[in-house]
């Protein structure tokens, strides 16, 4: 029997070469986990020189292929992150680490997280920390409650909703994700047809079936990654940064530009564009 790799690093690129914010991103990945076996993946029809030269003598890397409308909008991304396929390519690891060139390590603390099983593992939605629940926030509570309800009537006792959920820089069980998309594959189906994102479907999926896939604590996810109100996510982490972050240009940039110098990088407000 094979014995699976621990990690893989999985970059989506669909530009023929990055600068400035993308690109500081990358050197980071490289920097903090180049150890880690890098994959980046890309539609069929893209010139992947930029790349290659860029990490030549820096790391180990490879390219996986995917249809070039996965790659033309957000919604594309979308539906390749809900197809079985895609994480069947990744067979070989036990996870993959979701690194959009958007997101930033600080250091490498990879191999903890995956050793402490999770099924998925990204940054939690602040707002429904601090109970400043958004209309789609309270209409998924809503929801989990009812399905809560019907559980635990079944024997199946549980407290509270763990809203983990951006996906730009997540954690994710490969044998998890591939059993929850074909046990549920209609309804994957159905969410590909809405265009939603493809994160808060496993978020809500996860929590559901909490019997069956470990999903963390809030506090244990603040530890992990931070997307909205860095600020707040900050003092409720004691003042300590995340293993990572994701859209630090689009979500209050003030907040991170100083701990990005600190990393010895010059930092400039761009227009954000991101998958």
């Not at 996870?95 to 050793?115: E, G, K, M, P």
């Not at 992990?224 to 003042?239: D, G, I, T």
Request: charged share 25%.
């Amino acid at each position: 029997m094979k014995i699976k790799k621990l990690v893989a690093v999985t970059i989506p690129i669909y530009k023929t070469a990055i600068e400035g914010a993308e690109l500081i991103s990358l050197t980071q990945c490289i920097k903090v986990l180049g150890n880690y076996p890098i994959v980046f993946f890309a539609p069929k029809s893209l010139d992947t020189s930029f790349y290659e030269n860029f990490c030549a003598n820096k790391i180990l890397f490879t390219v996986e292929r995917f249809d070039d409308d996965y790659f033309e909008n957000i919604a594309g991304y979308n539906r390749l992150m809900l197809t079985v396929d895609f994480y069947n390519r990744f067979k070989p690891f036990k996870y993959i680490l979701i690194y959009q060139l958007d997101a930033f390590v600080f250091r490498d603390d990879l191999t903890y997280w995956c050793q402490q099983n999770y099924a998925y593992l990204a940054a939690p939605i602040v707002e429904i920390c601090c109970k400043k629940q958004t209309d789609s926030g309270m209409k998924t509570l809503e929801n989990y409650r009812k399905l809560l309800d019907l559980l635990n009537r079944l024997g199946f006792k549980r407290v509270g909703y763990k809203p983990i959920v951006n996906g730009g820089l997540s954690l994710r069980r490969v044998a998890s994700f591939m059993g929850l998309l074909t046990m549920l594959h209609k309804k994957a189906e159905l969410w590909k047809k809405y265009t939603y994102n493809e994160d808060g479907f496993f978020s809500y999926w996860f929590n559901v079936f909490f019997f069956i896939w470990r999903m963390p604590a809030v506090s244990e996810a603040l530890k992990f990654s931070w997307e909205l109100h860095p600020r707040e996510c900050f003092a409720l982490n004691y003042e300590k940064l995340p293993f990572g972050c994701h859209a630090f240009e689009k979500y209050d940039f003030d907040f991170w530009q100083p701990f990005m110098e600190g990393e010895g990088y010059t930092l400039k407000k761009t227009f954000y564009k991101n998958l």
